[in-house]
């Protein structure tokens, strides 16, 4: 079997090249509709520029299902802007339209645009771009049909709609069921070599040769990784491919389903790594022996059933869960010699091969307590429904992230179109147009967005221009030289010096200058679109920083500050799965969801840490990225023994109590070990919490100067919090020793259970050391930073 590490290589590698010539071939279409389509068809489209601009927004790395979601969305945004513009102009006469009205009118409509939820990130910045073109031309247009240009706007946008669909439908379809086929497949026979790995690992004979097969799988975990990345960005525009796929099932999600085969594998490379020597030392070597064979079956089986759960395959894939305690027996007298380490390697075994919690549901109703308050409500009148409904939509409307989000599209557009105009009426829309399809919702660095743009702006235009030089006198040849720069720039903004937004406005710096005919000189259009772009940026970021001072340092603290209150969330439910019986399945996915929410919150905050590396520093101090990178690695670790926990704690909690009257002494014995853990955690989160602040500092002069001290002994406030943050090795053996002794009471008939019993307590043990082992490392972090940030204020 070819290596899957430059299997993958390839496949991402055939993948972007093409998305690439899919992308060449939409502009190739716009570019051929309008400089040598039939002249009816011309003149119908007045505005080109904006063709490409719909076609690069709709088609760079779509797949056929993100095309027809993309066609939507152009759909409904000039459903939103044509007709009231028309009205607009009609109302307004010709040569009514100054700069004032036309800034005051682009304001307007984009606050509007920019303000209801349902309206798509895609649809919004397809109707800004209307809307900036359609009022900048009326500005100088003085014939009496300025009120038609909305529809040569629908009409350009529409040939950028369809020509992106073309693209992806000719010669064939490129459906994104068949690419996430194809990357599940590798992802599976990627998951079997790593698993081999592990398997030979632990049985190796020496720590050298363990250690060297983990190196070995290192890069397959690196790839699994991305696999798994790659097939969670294309799975959205599955449900779009529908009639394609008839045979996919309604619920069907592979990313899902194949993160629950990715943390288990990271839980087994962390039992391998934290085990303190090798070869493991058992009573029976080889009952051993025969187990890791049994074992190294069982995950055949499951990596098969990975390759065939798509399309109808997935209606007939084998099922594994639920065999690993009924098949893979270990023996109490083979347990009991185990370390911890090699218990948790077991429990990893068996969550990778557990398929029960994937067909679980969400709790039935039975299981939701319906309040007197809630069954009053259902039976309330229709009328009082409707008021209901409008109450929300009302308090929707008035959301202050939504408003704040209108507000600054309305004054960035309307300020850039504003100066933009003042510059040059006939080129005043490039500088709303640079920024129209720029916009994000939430929180973002605005100096590396406006940076990327700017730069990828400046090389497509200087490469239009060279090539208007080269081929001055060949027009299809300067159209040509359009397609090899669409490919380059397909790779372009996968880089990390560009990204997606520098390589998008490379390209559409190219396209404006070599896709158009019948304009000015190529070398004035470049300079003036240039300091149109500079306009748009410039009034991008100035609104930014005045309503939302983002920097991507700020944005990196911002979300280490909400890191930690979501764990702190996390922690305070996790004893909720200690010794509680019958919990309603609900209990659970509440709380998955919630470290699906942590873990969301760590991939931003390693986002941010990464483009506040390459952020100019300006007046601000210098950005400690070494000290977040920790902090990242930290708190990464701290959501995978996180996960760990919580699945041992649910099987312990899940054993019949039946099994043995000490059963109920253990769960105990776990859920104090736990609560006490928690508390202590807990504690030492709040004040490293503060500690980030830097308002903390400076409340008075007293605290400050007892701070100064704490800070520069090595110390944090609450110190005796973190001293009990270290649990009592005693107490923590406690919980596997009274496991083990149990087996003395048992019956042969209730040995499985116990078997189970001991290997989720021993996972419990070192996933509670792992635990506590980043917990300190995390606060060594916190403290060098706040030490850092307090000096930085002297």
């Known amino acids: 079997m070819a290596s899957t590490v430059a299997e993958r290589a390839r496949i991402v590698w055939r993948m972007r090249l ?80 100054s700069t004032g009205v036309a800034t005051l009118a682009v304001a307007l409509s984009s606050f509007l645009v ?51 669909v073309l693209a992806l439908l000719l010669p064939y379809s490129w459906l994104v069921c068949y690419e996430v086929q194809k990357l599940c497949r590798v992802y599976a026979e990627n998951a079997s070599e790593r698993m081999n790995f592990y398997l030979k690992a632990f049985s190796a004979h020496n720590n050298q040769a363990k250690m060297e097969l983990i190196s070995q799988a290192k890069p397959f975990a690196e790839t699994g990784s991305k696999l798994l990345h790659s097939i969670r960005i294309l799975q959205p525009g599955m449900q779009w491919e529908r009639p394609y796929s008839i045979y996919w099932k309604p619920d069907f999600n592979p990313g899902e389903r194949l993160q629950r085969m990715e943390m288990p594998m990271r839980g087994i490379e962390n039992a391998l790594i934290s085990s303190p020597d090798f070869p493991v030392r058992v009573v029976d070597q080889e009952e051993l022996s025969n ?29 594994t869960g639920g065999e690993f305690m009924e098949k893979i027996l270990l023996p109490l007298e083979l347990i009991s010699t185990m370390k911890e380490s090699d218990l948790f390697f077991f429990s990893c075994i068996e969550m990778f091969l557990d398929d029960s919690t994937a067909r679980r549901k969400p709790e039935s109703t039975l299981d939701t307590y319906i309040s007197p308050g809630e069954v009053q409500t259902e039976q309330e009148p229709a009328v009082f429904g409707i008021r209901k409904a409008f109450r929300s939509w009302i308090t929707k409307l008035v959301d202050k992230e939504r408003l704040v989000f209108a507000f600054k599209c309305s004054l960035s557009l309307g300020l850039a179109v504003l100066f933009g105009l003042m510059f040059n009426k006939e080129n005043g829309c490039w500088s709303g147009l640079t920024i129209a399809i720029s916009f994000v919702t939430g929180r973002h660095a605005v100096i590396t967005i406006a940076n990327t743009r700017a730069q990828g702006t400046a090389i497509g235009s200087v490469y239009g221009v060279l090539c208007c030089f080269l081929f001055q006198n060949y027009a299809e040849l300067r159209f040509l030289a359009l397609l090899p720069w669409i490919i380059f720039t397909g790779f372009l903004r996968h880089s990390r010096m560009y990204g997606q937004t520098g390589g998008t406005s490379s390209a559409i710096g190219a396209l404006l200058i070599l896709g158009r005919k019948n304009y000015e000189t190529p070398n004035d259009f470049a300079i003036i679109r240039l300091t149109e772009v500079l306009i748009g940026l410039s009034c991008f970021i100035f609104v930014e920083l005045f309503m939302q001072p983002t920097r991507a340092a700020t944005l990196a603290k911002s979300r280490l500050h909400l890191s930690l209150i979501t764990l702190q969330d996390c922690i305070k439910h996790i004893g909720l799965y200690c010794g509680q019986k019958d919990q309603p399945s609900s209990t659970f996915h509440k709380f998955r969801e919630k470290q699906e929410n942590l873990k969301s919150l760590v991939c931003e905050l390693e986002r941010s840490t990464s483009d506040a590396e390459s952020e100019p520093d300006f007046w601000y101090l210098p950005f400690r990225s070494s000290c977040y990178q920790k902090l990242v690695r930290s708190l990464s670790n701290i959501v995978d023994a996180l996960y760990f926990i919580t699945y041992n704690l649910k ?80 107490e923590a053996h406690k919980i596997l020793r009274y496991a083990e002794d149990v087996e003395k009471e048992d019956s042969e008939g209730k040995k499985e259970l116990r078997g189970r019993m ?35 204020m002297q």
């Open 18 to 97: 093409h998305s690439a010539f899919r992308t060449a071939s939409a502009c190739a279409i716009v570019g051929g509709t309008t400089l040598y389509g039939p002249e009816s068809l011309r003149t119908q489209i007045k505005f080109p520029a904006f063709c490409y601009l719909t076609a690069i927004l709709l088609v760079v790395d779509a797949t056929l299902g993100d095309t027809l979601r993309g066609f939507w969305h152009a759909i409904y945004a000039t459903i939103q802007v044509v007709p009231l513009s028309m009205l607009s102009l009609w109302i307004l006469g010709p040569g009514l339209l």
């Open 758 to 792: 001991v290997i989720c307590s021993g996972a419990l043990r070192i996933c509670i050391s792992i635990l506590r082992k980043e917990i300190k490392d995390f606060e060594i972090g916190i403290k060098e930073l706040a030490q850092w940030e307090y000096h930085s």
């Open 651 to 730: 099987i312990l909690s899940e054993l019949p109590e039946s099994c043995s009257v000490a059963q109920g002494e253990l769960q105990e014995h776990v859920n104090n070990a736990m609560g006490h853990f928690q508390e202590t955690l807990s504690s030492s989160l709040r004040c490293l919490e503060k500690a980030t602040l830097t308002e903390s500092f400076v409340v008075s002069k007293e605290p400050d100067e007892k701070i100064i001290q704490d800070l520069e002994e090595g110390k944090l406030q609450n110190h005796n919090a973190y001293s009990d943050l270290i649990m009592e090795d005693g």
């Open 291 to 319: 187990v890791i064979q049994h074992v190294s079956v069982q995950l055949r089986l499951k990596t098969e059933q990975a390759r065939c759960f798509l399309l109808f395959n997935s209606m007939t894939a084998p099922e």
């Open 114 to 164: 920019a303000l209801p939820e349902s309206t798509q990130l895609t649809s919004k910045r397809i109707a800004f771009g209307q809307i900036v073109v359609v009022f900048t031309v009326g500005c100088y247009d003085t014939t009496g049909a300025g009120f038609m240009h909305p529809l040569y706007v629908a009409s350009s946008t529409g040939l950028g709609a369809m020509a992106s």
